[in-house]
């Protein structure tokens, strides 16, 4: 049995060595080709595709490369080879061609024009089923981007007499996806209706029926992703993780958005020293020294590390040490405690030879070469090339901007920029009402002006007693200067005729500059002219009744803010300081108006935030009386308690505001008091206030501090944005007229 197993085994292999070498020995060579079946494609096209020629020796597994390199074209459908007495036979049938492609069932233009864009790519080239199914695919994921996740897709083909087909797709888009709830799973830490604030993704309420935000889009839940890992790594959260996303249909199609949350625990900062690997002597190092000490107990934040090493950076960079940069590596230790060692690396010296910029098929490509920092010829430098990228990043015009490196010798570099663009157009709109009256707010704008980086801002806000419209133009980079120039037109009407005694009508317009003086350090300058109009009542006073007529100012406007903020939006820790002055040039009327603002943030837990701010405004008259239109009031939100614009001087029966006004506010917010309720945010405060001095009658003067406490609640309904307040007026004056309750509905878009 044994012996006839080992016969059958040899004779297996014989057989296989057999076949493997006819494959391998059998061999003909090419005398002529015969083809048939081909229409369109002309003979000479057939044989180079099949990349054989004649006198070519062709194997078996030649003719098999050449079958296969036929069928790769996508133009023939079949495709049969032999070879007899050096004869190669090729037999085709062809494909037809897509003479046209339809699109069915889309009306909007934006949609339309995304799916053309996919689908002109096939006109007149071949009929292939598995490149139609590729397109489809294509088609549903774009429509998916754009929120319509229930598409129904239906192609098919109409048969032209020449082997051309028409194909048709017929797309019914369905009701766009909205997201419906969004949900945070494992988040015992932050209230949800904070976490909401922190992604970009929006839930479909009535009021935002002009925010795309509120469609599920992937590109958006990614970057929510982003912003959520960044928001827990921030507050020393330094495993946190966004584990995973999902969207589950509700029963009316829309979606529930879930983010699944694992922030693990909180680290600290532990020891922070720099170290100096380079050559370079860098001595005045050492203040930083302090800011390490400062540090160090601190919760982890991974904004901190890097606005830490922006600053070593630009330190480096000021004192002309440009091919050093600093970077930092982190070790974790036990106890939740983190170790920073900050080294400087030595970079090579290269020149920029080439920047290259693709994917701006709208946008000037200057626009994107006059912000970089690093231009062609200058030596390379990684710092300043990645602030040159967020630079153009912080235009907001597109929606990614990648870059590669390649150096085709020791001594240059070549960078390759490409941008993918967003659509830059935005309308707005937004409603409110409440104690303090009600308001309308709409406008337009427009970030990239003919492709030329330019932003057009034109609004409306008309509310009780005014209404003021704006249209304002900015070029954020004139003239390759790092600076924005910026001129705007705007008018107002405003009536007080009850409560002053005036009104009045004021149009102008204005030209000025903004840029970044340094780190966080910005300035601003304004050279503006007004007309204005003033009109008084029979009942006003005999000082208002005088400056009844026209006026004409020309004012020079400056302002430094300084913003130290972990965030803007909802910031927890941190500050913002602004100071504004206004300075008559030629006026009517001569006066100057200074503005100080200050908030600061800290936190003492995860959902204890302590807040600080500060109000104070000036006007001063350099020859007569303030006119009454240009008097100060406390805004209304600083000062709760109290009817908006009644505190301070009283002439008579009229309110008419002070030379000076002055505001603190201090909050807080109650830790997990409403966790469960995850709508709402209550909040503790105690406001001081005070209008004082009249220039005309130093009689009418205040000098007595109001003040109030109480809470608020910040309520996000199903019906809009709700706020309430409740203040207990502490001090106040016989003239105030004071209001304990205090809501307002409605927001902005």
């Known amino acids: ?237 330094y495993n946190a993780k966004i584990k995973s996303t999902t969207g589950i249909i509700t029963e009316d199609k829309q979606f529930e958005l879930i983010f699944n949350i694992n922030a693990g625990e909180k680290f600290f900062f532990d020891n922070l020293e720099i170290a100096n690997t380079t050559n370079y002597s860098i001595d005045s190092l050492k203040k930083f020294q302090k800011k390490f000490k400062d540090l160090k107990g601190q919760k982890y934040s991974k904004k901190i590390i890097n606005n830490l090493i922006d600053d070593l950076n630009q330190f480096i960079l000021r004192n002309d040490f440009t091919l050093i940069n600093a970077k930092f590596d982190e070790t974790i230790k036990e106890n939740n405690k983190i170790d920073i060692n900050i080294f400087f690396d030595e970079l090579d010296q290269k020149i920029v030879e080439r920047i290259n910029i693709f994917g701006n098929f709208i946008t000037d490509e200057k626009v994107i070469r006059n912000t970089l920092i690093v231009d062609e010829g200058d030596v390379y430098n990684d710092v300043l090339f990645n602030k040159s990228i967020q630079k153009v990043k912080a235009k907001n015009i597109f929606k990614s901007v990648n870059y590669e490196t390649s150096s085709s010798d020791d001594l240059s570099k070549t960078i390759d920029i490409t941008v993918e663009e967003k659509p830059t157009g935005e309308l707005f709109a937004g409603a409110g009402t409440g104690t303090t009256g009600t308001s309308f707010t709409a406008g337009i704008k427009e970030k990239n002006y003919l492709g030329l980086g330019i932003k057009l801002d034109t609004n409306l806000v008309v ?196 030379n000076y006004a002055t505001a603190l506010n201090l909050n807080t917010t109650f830790p997990n008091v409403l966790f469960e309720k995850e709508n709402l945010d209550l909040n503790f405060f105690i406001d001081m206030a005070n209008v004082w001095e009249v220039d005309y009658n130093n009689s009418l003067d205040s000098n007595k501090i109001r003040s109030s406490t109480g809470l608020a609640v910040n309520w996000f309904s199903a019906i809009g944005p709700l706020t309430f307040s409740y203040a207990i007026p502490l001090t106040d004056s016989d003239t105030d007229v004071t209001e304990s309750f205090r809501f307002q509905i409605g927001t902005s878009f």
């Open 1 to 237: 049995m044994k012996n006839k197993l080992k016969v059958i085994n040899i004779n297996i292999i014989i057989i296989l060595l057999n076949f493997f070498i006819y494959q391998n020995v059998f061999s003909e060579i090419i005398k002529n080709f015969e083809i048939k079946g081909n229409f369109r494609v002309s003979n000479e096209t057939v044989i180079m595709f099949s990349n054989l020629k004649i006198g070519d020796n062709v194997t078996k597994n030649d003719l098999n490369e050449a079958l296969k390199n036929l069928y790769y074209t996508d133009y023939f459908k079949d495709v049969s080879i032999s070879l007899e007495d050096g004869y190669l036979k090729i037999v085709l049938i062809e494909n037809p061609i897509i003479q046209s492609v339809e699109i069915k069932g889309v009306k909007q233009n934006n949609i339309y024009e995304k799916i053309r864009d996919i689908t002109i790519k096939l006109e007149k080239y071949p009929f292939v089923e598995n490149q139609i199914n590729d397109q489809v695919s294509l088609i549903k994921n774009t429509l998916k981007s754009n929120g319509y996740y229930f598409v129904d897709l239906k192609t098919s083909i109409s048969i032209n007499d020449n082997n051309t087909v028409d194909l048709i797709y017929d797309i019914n888009l369905g009701e766009i996806a909205k997201i419906k709830k969004i949900s945070f799973i494992g988040n015992k830490i932050f209230r949800d209706n904070t976490l909401r604030n922190v992604v970009i993704s929006e839930e479909s309420k009535f009021w935002k029926f002009l925010s795309n935000n509120k469609f599920l889009d992937k590109n958006r839940i990614s970057a929510d992703l982003t912003r959520l890992n960044n928001f827990y790594k921030n507050r020393g959260y």
């Open 463 to 658: 509310s009780d007693d005014s209404i003021k419209g704006r249209f304002l133009v900015t070029n954020p980079n004139y003239n390759n200067s790092d600076k924005s120039i910026k001129t705007s037109i705007e008018s107002s009407t405003s009536d007080f005729m009850s409560t002053s005694g005036y009104k009045t009508s004021r149009t102008g317009f204005s030209i000025g500059t903004e840029f970044e003086q340094k780190n966080d350090l910005f300035v601003n300058l304004e050279l503006s002219n007004f007309y204005e109009d003033l009109e008084t009542t029979s009942s006003a006073t005999d000082i208002v009744k005088k400056q009844e007529g026209n006026y004409i100012e020309n004012l020079l406007m400056y302002s430094i803010k300084y913003n130290r903020l972990d965030q803007d939006f909802q910031p927890t820790d941190g500050f913002i300081t602004n100071f504004s002055q206004s300075l008559p040039v030629y006026s009517d009327d001569l006066s100057i108006e200074n503005i100080f603002t200050s908030s600061l943030y800290h936190s003492l837990g995860d959902n204890l935030i302590l807040s600080a701010n500060y109000f104070l405004k000036t006007i001063n008259s350099l020859e007569d009386n303030v006119r009454i239109s240009k008097r100060v009031f406390v805004p209304s939100r600083r000062l709760r308690g109290f009817e908006n614009g009644k505190i301070g001087p009283k002439d008579g029966s009229q309110y008419i505001g002070g």
